[in-house]
Each structure stands twice: as structure tokens, then as C-alpha cells.
């Protein structure tokens, strides 16, 4: 498999977690308003990707596959929420924001979370390189 091309930010990715502990503490600790989005998000990646990797740096979560690198990272903020899909620009169907090969969707509820675009980007972020 081929691997991702290098990111041009001098930020190095996270490392693993053991677990998914760490990305539980992230949710416990967003805005409450967002807490059932970012639920229902992390619920949709764990429906689509198989046996993820975990890691939480910089105050973001970020999910990942061995074989393609971090592949989605969730941020949070006040009244919002990105769902950002590090080989977005190589999608059918990209987000509608971002640039570079990274691309993203800003949720605010639940029902945005249900939007079907929502799940072709995390089955194709699952199929191509992210970050590594």
C-alpha cells in the first residue's frame, strides 16, 4: 500500500494511545451541547472503520488505520464542531471546506451528524492515505 505523502507542516502526528481511554476523557470534556454530536460521530466511525487507532493531541481527536496513517481528527469548539478527513482531496466526493489534501465539515447537531455525506467521507477516509 502506498504511503501518504508527507505532510508540509513541521508538526509531528500523534502517537497511539493504548486504547480508546484518552478519546473518552476528550468527549467528557467538550461543550456539553456538542457532546451528543461528537458522539454520534465517533458512533459513525466505529460503524465504518475497522478496529481504529486512537490519540488526542493539541486538544483534538484523531482516529487512524496502521496501514494509511490518522485518516479523521475531530475538533471542537463553543458552538461548532470539524470533522476533518486527513486524504479528503482524494474523495469521490470531497468536503466542502479546506485545502492542501486535507478537507472538512463543520457539524453543529446531531441531525448534520446524520447527514449521509457524513458517512461516504468516513468509508472513503477509511480507503485512503492520511497523515502519517
Excluded at 490518522?70 to 478527513?85: C, K, P, R, T
Excluded at 466542502?96 to 441531525?111: M, Q
Amino acid at each position: 500500500m502506498p504511503k501518504a505523502p508527507k505532510s508540509p507542516s513541521s508538526r509531528k502526528p500523534p502517537e497511539p494511545a493504548d486504547g480508546r481511554a484518552p478519546i473518552d476523557d476528550w468527549m467528557r470534556r467538550v461543550m456539553p451541547d456538542l457532546q451528543p454530536v461528537i458522539r454520534r460521530v465517533d458512533d459513525l466511525i466505529h460503524e465504518v472503520v475497522p478496529e481504529p487507532l486512537y490519540a488526542v493531541k493539541w486538544r483534538r481527536a484523531f482516529y487512524g488505520l496502521p496501514a494509511l496513517g490518522w485518516i479523521i481528527e475531530l475538533a471542537a469548539y463553543d458552538v461548532s464542531m470539524n470533522v476533518v478527513f486527513h486524504g479528503g482531496a482524494d474523495f469521490a466526493d470531497p468536503p466542502p471546506l479546506g485545502e492542501g489534501r486535507s478537507r472538512y465539515v463543520k457539524l453543529t447537531s446531531v441531525e448534520d451528524a446524520e447527514d449521509p455525506a457524513v458517512r461516504r467521507w468516513i468509508e472513503q477516509a477509511a480507503t485512503v492515505p492520511g497523515w502519517t
